[in-house]
């Protein structure tokens, strides 16, 4: 598909790796201005150096999303160095611990909300603000799961923070549709990427995992990027508030035995 996205602004949150640096890449591919923000300096410059081999222009900012500081510095630091910013993928998370609710640490539940659910808030905080004052809104999307639309044993923090996600979205949706700032969210299944790597590497998890998905395989990041893209672009003028699923058939129902 094609995009018209020159002289647009896109910051993409996390794209250091996995489903960020697919996007961040898919992004610049059409046409798009790219600020990648995340912890990892070197992953960082490593998405840039990507970006930039394919044609595109890019910028990595250092920018932890669960600090208001950050988050408002990163905003700052785009419009500073592009003039604007039109479009954002607010996709950094972190897995937390998987264990029962007992085994949970206070700890691992404030680190997980923080980053997965405040973050996701300070982003879309400080990148709304700057699209009101541009005046000619803009598109969010915002990163939940199936972990948002399901509970799922031992990730009872995990699936808070991404069903909180989802409610945010639809929130900010409903205060900003007037203003032509459209906000949406994406929730995959399981996502062969760093954090997939690290939840389901196990061989007998993987398989279990994989059984689990009608399709019998996990997503690749590009297949969940192409998504976030078209919903960012002019051909999903109309959409806001809303979720797409991206599961192999995971939330479809139960997956027949083989
Ligand atoms: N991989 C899956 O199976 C899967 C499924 C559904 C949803 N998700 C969600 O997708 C998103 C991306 O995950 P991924 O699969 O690409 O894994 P990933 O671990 O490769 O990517 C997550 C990125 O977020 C960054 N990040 C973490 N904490 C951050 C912070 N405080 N500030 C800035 N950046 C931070 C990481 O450095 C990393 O670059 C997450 O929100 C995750 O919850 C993943």
Redesign the pocket.
């Known amino acids: 598909m094609e995009y018209h996205m020159k002289d647009k602004v896109v910051i993409v949150?996390?794209?250091?790796?996995?489903?960020?640096r697919e996007a961040a890449l898919l992004f610049a591919k059409a046409g798009a201005k790219v600020v990648v923000?995340?912890?990892?300096e070197i992953?960082g410059n490593e998405t840039v150096a990507q970006v930039r081999q394919a044609g595109g222009v890019c910028l990595f900012v250092k920018?932890?999303?669960?600090q208001s500081s950050e988050v408002e510095a990163l905003v700052e630091q785009t419009v500073r160095k592009f003039g604007r910013l039109d479009m954002a993928f607010n996709?950094?998370?972190?897995?937390g611990n998987w264990v029962p609710i007992v085994d949970q640490t206070e700890a691992d539940w404030d680190r997980t909300i923080d980053?997965?659910l405040k973050?996701v808030w300070l982003c879309l905080k400080y990148e709304i603000r700057q699209m009101l004052s541009q005046g000619h809104g803009g598109a969010i999307v915002n990163?939940?799961?199936?972990?948002g639309h399901v509970g799922s044993a031992t990730a009872a923090t995990?699936c808070a923070s991404?069903h909180g996600v989802m409610a945010l979205t639809k929130s900010a949706a409903l205060e900003y549709a007037r203003n032509g700032v459209r906000i949406n969210d994406v929730?995959?299944?399981?996502?062969?990427?760093?954090?997939?790597d690290?939840?389901?590497g196990e061989p007998d998890v993987e398989k279990r995992i994989r059984a689990m998905h009608p399709m019998g395989r996990?997503a690749m990041?590009q297949e969940i990027a192409e998504a976030v893209v078209w919903m960012c672009s002019e051909r999903a003028s109309f959409m806001t508030g809303q979720s797409i699923v991206l599961d192999g058939g995971f939330l479809a129902g139960p997956n027949p035995p083989d």
Request: glycine share 20%; with cysteine; net charge positive.
């Open positions: 949150t996390g794209g250091t790796t996995g489903i960020g923000a995340g912890r990892r992953e920018t932890d999303v669960s996709n950094a998370g972190i897995e980053i997965n973050g990163r939940s799961s199936i972990c995990y991404k929730c995959p299944g399981a996502v062969q990427t760093p954090m997939g690290r939840l389901f996990f990041p």
